[in-house]
């Protein structure tokens, strides 16, 4: 399946609690009537710290990241795109967000995600991606795919998902090139806590990691993420 990433900015008047309480017991519940929704997820930010890797940071700075999945672009696509439900959504989004960009991805599961109940006890974090200039896509897909085998020898990653990016919205609705939106993959990282994502990244195998990373990584952008599963 494809997912539909959001990479949201709240309005600068919204505190980040008042921001994230209606995300999830407004906009949330509203978005999830999208039809052929296969499942919503919300990340709200919590932390804009590299933690753990010595790497330059570009300079998006989000407070959170929606994930909804469709069998195909073409649902996504659908599903926001006329009646009732897109306007609703516009106008609600209008309300509360400053910006929204919007990515769509395939997604690759390298670690499996555990099931909801013990993935609440773990520490996520996202961090967006951005190739080296001299690189291809199709370079970054193949150096990210070896990169995936080292990270599953980095102790205490719990999960790991790459997300490659397909497309791309500056603005919603509105396709754009990757000059105006240069993210090339979306990382969903899983660990026990703050404790194991330093000791994972400090370890023999994340030095190895983060050493093959600047072959052919630019930028990488982390954040801490708290996660709500909407449907």
């Known amino acids: 399946m494809n997912v539909r990433m ?8 919204w505190s980040a609690e008042d921001f994230r309480s209606y995300w999830r017991d407004r906009h949330g519940p ?22 753990g890797i010595d790497f330059a940071r570009g300079p998006w700075d989000f407070d959170g990241f929606s994930q909804l999945w469709f069998d195909d672009v073409e649902h996504a696509d659908q599903a926001f795109k006329d009646g009732k439900l897109a306007a609703d959504l516009i106008a609600d989004e209008r309300h509360f967000l400053g910006s929204l960009h919007i990515v769509t991805a395939e997604q690759r599961v390298v670690i499996e995600v555990p099931q909801p109940q013990a993935r609440a006890r773990l520490l996520k974090r996202i961090s967006t991606l951005k ?11 193949r150096e990210w795919k070896i990169h995936g085998d080292l990270v599953r020898k980095m102790p ?3 999960a790991y998902r790459q997300n490659v990016v397909v497309a791309r919205e500056l603005v919603k609705g509105e396709p754009c090139g990757y000059e105006d939106l240069p993210i090339d993959g979306v990382v969903e990282l899983w660990f026990e806590n ?6 994972a990244f400090s370890s023999r195998a994340g030095q190895t990691t983060m050493a093959h990373a600047k072959t052919f990584l630019d930028e990488i952008t982390a954040f801490l993420v708290q996660e709500h599963r909407v449907a």
Do not use: C
């Not at 959001?6 to 008047?13: A, F, N, P, S, V």
């Not at 703050?194 to 000791?199: K, R």
């Open 6 to 13: 959001g990479l949201i900015r709240k309005k600068t008047d």
């Open 30 to 51: 509203l978005a999830a009537y999208a039809p052929g929704l296969r499942g919503y997820w919300q990340n709200a930010v919590t932390e804009r710290l590299q933690r």
């Open 156 to 158: 205490g990653v719990g």
């Open 194 to 199: 703050a404790d194991t994502l330093q000791a």
């Open 131 to 141: 190739r080296r200039p001299e690189l291809s896509e199709d370079d970054f897909r």
